[in-house]
């Protein structure tokens, strides 16, 4: 079975904190995604990364930046967290020719 | 950006009963997938529909992909509570680059006992 894992299903950090969200992938897609999850908006993609070192924005990268290294790890910072950052972030992973998309379970961040 | 409208975006019924949620665009789709979200989970694929006029059954959810392909519609036949959830849809449009992934805002479904 694909398995996507986020690092944190709940996270708290203050206004102007440097924050890592980590995803990590074990089955060797080529595609990694960050969305993030508000009520009544779906998901907004964030930034996607086709490859190691490559990497696309989406519709809302503004405040994010992504690194990916490695091919299974792709991580989103958020160089200084804003009260309006607070949401769910969902990381996803595929094959290049995307027939499915496999999910995490999520990260609940709260910025106070 | 093309507007991806998704209705309703709310849906509260009893069980027993039917209903239908829909993907809507002015724009043409190459493909498009259906997925569902349990609360706590991440979303899962329920299906893709690629060819216009295109219908696809899996058990008691029916897909239909629209002759223009510029929507889509899920219609659930004796709805049960298991299948609450949020419905989201995920086209695929000409020319944009091929991994990308976008969806609707979803319908949120609740299926009373």
């Known amino acids: 079975d694909v398995k996507v894992t986020q690092s944190s299903r709940y996270l708290v950090k203050r206004t102007g904190e440097k924050v890592f969200l980590e995803c990590v992938q074990d089955?060797?897609?080529?595609?990694m995604f960050w969305y993030r999850q508000d009520p009544g908006l779906g998901l907004r993609l964030i930034y996607f990364s086709y490859d190691v070192k490559m990497k696309e924005k989406g519709d809302i990268p503004e405040g994010y930046s992504v690194s990916r290294e490695k091919k299974e790890r792709f991580s989103l910072i958020l160089e200084s967290a804003s009260t309006n950052q607070t949401s769910m972030y969902l990381c996803a992973s595929s094959l290049a020719r995307v027939t499915e998309a496999f999910f995490g379970q999520g990260t609940r961040l709260t910025v106070v | 950006t093309q507007l991806l409208e998704q209705s309703p975006q709310f849906l509260s019924i009893q069980e027993g009963e039917n209903l239908t949620v829909y993907c809507n665009s002015s724009?043409?789709?190459?493909?498009l997938q259906w997925y569902r979200q349990e609360p706590g989970e991440g979303p899962v694929l329920l299906v893709t529909?690629?060819?216009?006029?295109e219908v696809k059954k899996l058990k008691r959810l029916t897909f239909q992909f629209g002759d223009a392909r510029k929507d889509s519609s899920l219609h659930i036949t004796a709805a049960q509570p298991g299948d609450t959830g949020l419905y989201l849809c995920a086209p695929r449009r000409p020319g944009t680059s091929y991994g990308k992934l976008t969806f609707g805002q979803g319908t949120i479904l609740t299926v009373h006992p």
């Open positions: 089955m060797d897609h080529e595609n």
């Open positions: 529909v690629v060819t216009g006029g």
């Open positions: 724009s043409v789709f190459s493909s």
